[in-house]
């Protein structure tokens, strides 16, 4: 059984595509596509069928992801069941989450930086109002807190 991830953040066009990206290149470069699923959504609806925002591919393909998904939003009760790790970028997505999500999936919501060493805690900061060094942190705190996530997946797989 593959172990399944889904990363979620507001809009599911910056943070959680990118961290799908980044994921998804980790578990490739570690041989493991075919033990770990990953896929991204939004907890609102207001850019479905919309492409990874312009600014946020640009920052993310100049470190070697390209961000491919489409923005969907999270259905609550199927991605309740069929996820493993449902990853939230912030705290309010994560209340977000508890309040869309049955009671018996809450037990399978994270924060993105539950697996960080150095920002525990913390979110993962909303870039869209901002400049492009808040593209870049989303970036540099997605790929350190992805290779704790992989630590932890991996741990099950064993
Ligand atoms: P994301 O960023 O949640 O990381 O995809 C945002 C995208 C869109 C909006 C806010 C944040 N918005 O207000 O439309």
Known sequence: MKIKVLFVCLGNIC?????????????SDHGLDHEIEVDSAGTIDYHEGNPAD???QE??????YNL?????????????EY???????????????????????????FMMNDFSRTNKGESVPDPYYGGSEGFELV??????????????VRKQLS
Do not use: W
């Open 15 to 27: 943070r959680s595509p990118s961290g799908e990206a980044v994921f998804r290149k980790l578990v």
């Open 54 to 56: 312009a600014r946020m």
């Open 59 to 64: 920052h993310a393909v100049l470190r070697g």
């Open 68 to 80: 491919t998904s489409i923005s969907r939003p999270v259905k609550p009760k199927r991605d309740g």
């Open 83 to 109: 996820f493993d790790y449902i990853i939230a970028m912030d705290k309010q997505n994560k209340k977000d989450l508890l309040r869309l999500l049955p009671k018996e999936h809450h037990q399978k919501i």
């Open 139 to 152: 970036l540099d705190m997605l790929e350190e807190s992805c290779r704790g996530l992989l630590d932890a």
